[in-house]
């Protein structure tokens, strides 16, 4: 179940034009930041239901003169209720870039929140949190970073146990995490990753999912690999990450999409993965894989591509290890039910995210590149020609599924024979059309493999008006050796 | 894409890997010109083939991307009080008494009444302020533990763990959890009488809310004559009091004016 979130743009009466269209400018907006190795996402928690209560009035932009009103109001008035009141009013000027702009130039303003924040009076040290928040939420590098005197606080109430309260500090910590180097240079000595290890132990899911945050915002910053990873990897968190990742009916889908993120982060920096092999990390996410696929089969499936997405890498990246040579090892993954529930989760990518097919299809081949029982387990459950339907998708996808065939094909005439007769020859006429110099560069692999094995597709191959594909690529610089060899091949039998 | 049917019925399965094929390789096969070779293959952080998938998790994180289910609204409920002896705060939400327990009654200490952020907070504060045998301790080793989570360093004084806590934690310097004990007593009634009752009225001093701080510099802001004081003591546990210190009374009237 996802712990509801909505975002700055809360899109209340907009039409779903409107809403295709803000989404299609931040995504361009994402992949040029990502581009650019700059792509830095902060989280934004705001209670709406608090909101509408307080009227729902647009926020105004507070003045120096308004900002020190409230804030005195806050420290100093009189009836609890008021305090709170003039928090109140300060956190919604500061959801305006102005006002947080001349609050952080305000003289003693960080002091005074910072004390309040600090307060035994616990309503007025949630709203100081929340103002904090609403600034930690800034794209603007200064006043994020006007937050620091706050930091060391924050960590300490990790340790608290007002759900609630620790969430919001998570949150907040979160967004400043990845707002600059000079930000990390003072958490990490401040203990961070100790805190959040304590912190992990909480059984709340609001706070669970918060962590996630806030760790896989850690995780994703550039000096990760060596400043942060490896003593993320010496504390307890690898073992709890995996706890929470075990599928079963405790598992919620918001907490889990975040630590799975945390751990792809982890896995693909290459700093030591045994180690997470050694806890266990290839079962639980191969168990993940196919608990996922039973909620696919159950429609159950909203959002579920979130959690899909790193769960696919994290198991690529880990059979790539030299631990997983071991064969038989303890840790292997051997389990067929794992190609079944890829399949199914590739159906459900074609249907409602066909940006994740390369992914999918990645840890196909990582599954069946060195593993005869993966090849077989392919043939034997007929998974050849839903294969051959994803050919149409995309050049890249079409590469993926050519290296997965040729996965298969490469194992020998016992395997190839099973390959053809069979739709897979007119499916490679097809490729071989490809404009795409990789596709078809991929499919000549294949085709030499399968002549190679299976003699009589060669024949078959010419009565398809094979050779006169192939023609069309004699000039091409990339190809011709492998076209003229095929050729050569085909004429021969 | 057609999935066969027994697909399904596979997965709900036990497991098992097939018995694979013979392997019979000929070395022709991906040998010159053609060049294909089985192998896994392995991405490194940030490497473009995981734009889609980033950008896709980056606008789950920005909130446009699922448009979930509303969050629950914060349930009201008929107005409460608090519980615990003393305490007359009301409430109208779960939530909001959740968070007013855990600042103020939760991590209490049961000699002086100061509460803590943390279990851990609290029980270096009773060790440091209650416990005789730490005094005595501490003169000849160093007993001052450091706060922060994981480090594992003790110190001779009090000062001293301070200046760690600035130079190697970066820690501000008035860091509100780490005020020095100072030499009265630890024990007061005026502490209880404020800690516990957190009356409107009674705060305007009380900004900082440092829980090390001495407390009668609060006390002295209690609209409460002492005579009152007393009778009103019945509502509060007695405090355990180590002797060391007489009952303070109203001594200090220094006010401290905000925190600017």
Known sequence: ?493 | MQLPPALHSRLAGGPGAAEPLPVERDPAAGAPPFRFAARRVRFPREHEFFEDGDVLRHLYLQDVLTQVTEAPERPRVPEFTCQVAGCCQVFDSLEDYEHHYHTLHRNVCSFCRRAFPSVHLLDVHILEWHDSLFQILSERQDMYQCLVEGCAEKFKTSKDRKDHLVRCHLYPADFRFDKPKKSRGPATPGAAVRASAEAPGDDGEQSGGDAMEVCSEHAASLPEPVGERRTSGHRIPSTICFGQGASRGFKSTKKKKGHQ
């Open chain 1, 1 to 493: 179940m996802w712990s509801g979130r909505q975002g700055r743009l809360r899109p209340v009466g907009c039409v779903v034009e409107e809403l295709r269209c803000r989404r299609r400018e931040r995504e361009a907006a994402l992949r040029k930041a990502r581009r650019e190795q700059q792509l830095i996402s902060k989280r934004l928690l705001r209670d709406d239901a608090s909101e509408e209560a307080e009227g729902g009035c647009v926020a105004m932009i507070l003045g120096e003169t308004e900002i020190q009103h409230f804030l005195r109001l806050a420290q100093q008035g009189t009836e609890e209720k008021e305090r709170e009141r003039a928090l109140v009013s300060l956190r919604r000027g500061l959801q305006h870039p102005e006002t947080q702009q001349t609050f952080i130039w305000l003289e003693g303003s960080m002091r005074t929140l910072v004390g309040l924040l600090t307060s035994n009076q616990a309503l007025l040290q949630l709203e100081a949190a929340r103002c904090l928040h609403e600034l930690s939420h800034s794209e603007q590098s200064a006043v994020a970073e006007a937050c620091l005197p706050a930091t060391s606080y924050l960590l300490t109430y990790l340790s608290g146990h007002s759900s609630d309260f620790i969430e919001l500090c998570l949150y907040t910590l979160g967004n400043l995490i990845v707002e600059s180097e000079a930000v990390r240079r003072q958490l990490l000595p401040q203990g961070i990753v100790p805190a959040l290890a304590a912190c992990i132990q909480s059984p709340h899911l609001t706070v669970l999912e918060a962590l996630g945050y806030a760790l896989s915002q850690l995780l994703q910053v550039k000096e990760a690999p060596e400043m942060i990873i490896p003593s993320v990897l010496g504390s307890t968190l690898p073992e709890h990450i995996l706890r929470l990742l075990q599928p079963g009916p405790k598992l919620n889908l918001g907490v889990a999409v975040e630590f799975a993120w945390c751990l792809h982060y982890i896995i693909c920096s290459q700093v030591d993965n045994t180690l997470l092999i050694s806890h266990g990390g290839l079962s639980t996410l191969g168990l993940l894989l196919l608990d996922m696929a039973g909620a696919v089969q159950r429609t159950e499936d909203t959002g579920l591509e979130l959690l899909a997405c790193p769960v696919l890498r994290c198991l690529s990246n880990l059979l790539t290890e030299a631990a997983m040579e071991v064969v038989g090892g303890q840790n292997q993954l051997e389990d067929e039910r794992v190609v079944a529930a890829l399949f199914i989760l590739l159906q459900f990518f074609l249907q409602k995210q066909p940006s994740l097919l390369p992914e999918g299809l990645w840890l196909l081949n990582n599954l069946t590149a060195n593993s005869p029982s993966f090849c077989t387990s392919l043939l034997s459950m007929d998974l050849i020609e839903p294969l051959l339907q994803l050919l149409p998708v995309s050049n890249v996808v079409s590469i993926l599924v050519l290296t997965v065939l040729c996965n298969v094909a490469e194992k020998g005439p016992a395997y190839c024979q099973r390959l053809w007769p069979g739709p897979l020859l007119s499916c490679l006429i097809g490729t071989l059309a490809s404009p795409d110099i990789e596709v078809v560069g991929q499919s000549l692999e294949l085709l030499q493999l399968l002549f190679l094995y299976q003699p009589e597709a060669a024949k078959d191959f010419l009565q398809q008006s094979g050779l006169q594909v192939l023609e069309r690529h004699q000039e091409e610089a990339q190809l011709q050796d492998r076209v003229h060899a095929l050729q050569q091949t085909a004429l021969h039998q």
